[in-house]
């Protein structure tokens, strides 16, 4: 079990939150809504809104996003970050 206090469980990680501003970057980039890009997916507008937010979100639904953006999220995860995880 984890020492952390509860509140700091409740915050998006550094690096959840730096893929969910690119993801809204690159959603507003194309010109497309939260709920265009949800329907594209297959996930409720909600969802997309957490994800931006940087709140955690299964692979398999980051998966589909990058796809639907035509974006190498993997790219992201490979830069080097001085913020601590």
Do not use: W
Request: net charge positive; charged share 30%.
């Amino acid at each position: 079990m984890s020492n952390l206090p509860a509140q700091a469980l409740k915050e998006p990680l550094p690096l959840f939150k730096k893929v969910g501003q690119e993801i809204l970057r690159l959603r507003r980039e194309k010109g497309l809504t939260q709920i265009g890009l949800a329907q594209k997916i297959g996930v409720t507008q909600q969802e997309i809104s957490r994800v931006e937010n940087g709140d955690n979100c299964s692979l398999s639904t980051l998966h589909r996003i990058s796809k639907a953006l035509d974006y190498d999220i993997e790219i992201i995860f490979k830069e080097k970050t001085h913020e601590k995880i």
